[in-house]
């Protein structure tokens, strides 16, 4: 019988070269796949792209963002102004967004709702931002978007059964709206009623052509939940793809998921990745010695006795 003494400095060296491999990979793909858009539009400005919420634009009102190559539709709201959706044409690098005030009053409602919900830290700010909701439903009742922004907030208070009621509401009016059917998976989910998740996060996929991030990270959640690692996986992919690295959180996700499997090297990787992209993150810490602890397992030596 022989013994094979491996030594920690090369579990390190692998697990680093395994590493840096993933990434570059991970760098080419996202080189491949994804060009820069520059918006051009008022100052704080949220964008969307195909419904997919980027980010907000600078006090110049500018923006850059990642996005596939094709087709794609992109949404702007600024507080006081009406709505804008355009298209984006393939090859199109830079899109001047020109907004119209509006005094539309279930519109400035909704945008103060918005506003109010994604600032609200506490139950109180997010029963305020409800009742601005409500106010916009009083002055416009057909609002599927002030549905689901309601929907929302009733889930961040755990009420679940007012939040599906208003979303059985915003897909009366509106029948296939993927957002919706994604934020009645996550109510469904966090229910703890699994079954009814999978499937509305599986129609909010089929809804949206297979283009709904939120839907794919609710539903890998659910499957790793379950012990469905591999599943997982592959949907915590999909959102990352989708999103063209917008969202360093899904990374983390990722990176759990790895480690539940035993899967080191792709864990660290994955970790890495939320690091190159949120270095100052809230989740950072614990991340770093999350990495530094899996690094120390590795320094342990192996013995492989065949």
């Known amino acids: 019988m022989m013994i094979y003494r491996v030594t920690s400095r090369v579990i390190i060296v692998v697990l680093l070269s395994g590493v840096a491999a993933a990434q570059r990979r991970q760098t ?39 996005v596939s190559p094709g087709r794609h539709a992109v949404r702007v709201r600024a507080s006081g102004f009406k709505e804008a959706t355009l298209p984006l044409l393939p090859g199109r690098r ?99 009623f699994t079954d009814d998740a999978i499937a509305s996060f599986r129609r909010a996929i089929r809804e949206a052509k297979g283009f709904q991030p939120e839907a794919h990270v609710g539903l890998a959640r659910v499957l790793e939940e379950q012990g469905k690692y591999g599943e997982a996986e592959a949907e915590f992919r999909k959102a990352i793809a989708q999103l063209s690295d917008s969202e360093p959180i899904i990374y983390q996700m990722l990176g759990a998921t790895y480690e539940k499997q035993q899967k080191h090297k792709e864990a660290v990787a994955a970790y890495e990745k939320y690091l190159a992209l949120a270095p100052n993150g809230s989740l950072a810490p614990a ?18 006795i065949p």
């Open 28 to 66: 080419g793909a996202a080189r491949a796949t994804s060009s820069s858009l520059v918006i051009n539009t008022e100052p704080n400005a949220i964008v969307w792209v195909d419904e997919i919420r980027r980010g907000t634009t600078d006090a110049s009102g500018r923006i850059e963002l990642k």
């Open 94 to 192: 830079m899109l001047p967004v020109k907004l119209v005030e509006t005094r539309d009053q279930a519109e400035l409602l909704f945008q103060q709702a918005e506003d109010a919900r994604e600032k609200a830290r506490d139950d109180t700010a997010k029963e305020q931002a409800a009742d601005l909701y409500r106010q916009t439903l009083k002055a416009r009742p057909s609002f599927p978007a002030a549905r689901v922004g309601l929907a929302r907030v009733l889930l961040d208070l755990n009420q679940y059964q007012p939040a599906l009621a208003e979303i059985d509401s915003a897909r009366r009016a509106r029948p296939n709206y993927p957002e919706a059917s994604a934020v009645e998976g996550r109510i469904h989910r966090e229910a703890a």
């Open 287 to 304: 991340i770093r010695s999350i990495i530094d602890q899996l690094r120390r397992e590795a320094e342990g030596g192996l013995e492989i």
